[in-house]
């Protein structure tokens, strides 16, 4: 009877590891960052800007033109940010291509390449496009993308509800986000 109940027993074990083994393993996928979170948990200057430059590095410049804080992208994250940012989404795609962040050494994080489209972020604020401006009667759409900006200041101007002037290498604006 004991020899019995030892081999339903060991029987029962063995289907249970045998099932469990079949299980893909939770902690070895690595689970997507939100970029909206990831964006708003950037240090910004309300005279500063974002900017993606091509090594994949989501940089935060204050408004003299100095890296104050960033966030290395993963290729999913930056071809997210291409289809949500830009026009020329498949200019930005073939940009980041071979963008690996990972590989980025900290001198060359805090200490990059002046920008391209740099300007005196201390000038005075872009002047609203009309069309631009948030209707404040319309329905509220959470899309501050549709809005052009060239500091962070600039997107709360144009609608409340937008803080961050993100920038990339192919456009000489930058667009707003939440």
Known sequence: MRCFVYLIASACINVILSVTA????????????????????????????FHIGNDGIL????????????????????KSLAKRYSKDEENLIALWENADSAIIDEA??????PLKNSMSLSASAVSPNVDQLANVLAPRIDDC????????IDCEVQDPNCHHCIHDDVNFFGKCDL
């Open 59 to 78: 940089r935060s410049y204050d408004k003299d033109n100095n890296v104050i804080d960033y966030a290395r992208l993963d290729s999913a994250e930056l």
């Open 145 to 152: 993308s549709r809005l052009g900006c060239h500091r962070h």
């Open 108 to 113: 060359q994080i805090w200490s990059p390449e």
């Open 22 to 49: 079949l299980e893909p393993s939770k902690e070895h996928q690595p689970t997507p960052r939100d970029l909206q979170q990831l964006v708003n948990n950037l240090r910004a200057d309300p005279n500063g800007l």
